[in-house]
């Protein structure tokens, strides 16, 4: 039996996943991840960390986040409880798509999950109250190496589905353009 559905995404290397649940009269079950099933459907990734970061409010945005080589990360992103706009931006030199975005609204009523390879910056923003934002990650979290740049980066041009001024991290209010960034990939 399938565990997964899998779809790519339209830049080279993002996957959305939906894994199947199995419900009966106490509520569901489901295997958010597992290394065969995930890399049948093209994903092979070690991972080494799990996050989770819970947003208070509609509007937030985290982003657009990446750790710089050696320490780079691919992520496995999926909502355990809310909803939220999920961003990839293609930072791969050379890559025919670099600087191009993709974005898919994950949530707990899809149980969906985005893998986003390394090369890639991530953004999301939050699409309800309390949401709950679980990842994995396949390099540990290096402080020396972790980048941000713009969420509303003007040659990036991601359309974030806002009806407010989101609130961000100090942090990523100050993050530099793509263009200003020395991303070391
Ligand atoms: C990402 C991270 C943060 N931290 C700490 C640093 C800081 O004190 C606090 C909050 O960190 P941040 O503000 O960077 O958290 P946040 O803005 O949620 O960062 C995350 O955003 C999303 C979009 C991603 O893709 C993630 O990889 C990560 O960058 O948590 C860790 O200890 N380990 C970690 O792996």
């Known amino acids: 039996m399938s565990v997964l559905d899998s779809r790519p995404l339209e ?12 419900a009966d009269e106490r509520g569901f ?39 710089s080589p050696p320490a780079a990360q691919a992520k496995l992103v999926r909502v355990s409880r809310g909803a939220i706009f999920d961003v990839a931006v293609d930072i791969r030199p050379g890559s025919a798509t670099y600087g191009r975005w993709a974005g898919v609204i994950l949530s707990a009523e899809k149980w969906n999950q985005l ?3 390394e090369g890639f910056a ?24 972790d980048r941000a740049i713009r969420f509303d980066d003007p040659d990036i041009g991601i ?12 942090k990523d209010a100050a993050a530099p353009l793509l263009r200003d960034s020395n991303t070391g990939f």
Request: net charge negative; glycine share 6%; aromatic share 12%.
């Open 29 to 67: 079950f489901s295997e958010v991840w597992r290394e065969d099933a995930f890399a049948a459907a093209g994903v092979h990734a070690h991972f080494v960390q799990d996050n989770l970061s819970l947003s208070k409010r509609k509007g937030v945005i985290r982003g657009l986040h990446y750790q």
């Open 159 to 170: 359309d974030w589905p806002l009806d407010a001024e989101p609130l961000l991290s100090p």
């Open 11 to 22: 830049l080279d290397g993002l996957v959305e996943l939906t894994p199947h649940r199995f």
């Open 122 to 145: 991530h953004g999301f923003a939050t699409l309800e109250d309390d949401t709950e934002v679980s990842y994995k990650v396949t390099a540990p979290y290096s402080p020396d190496h």
């Open 115 to 117: 893998f986003i390879p």
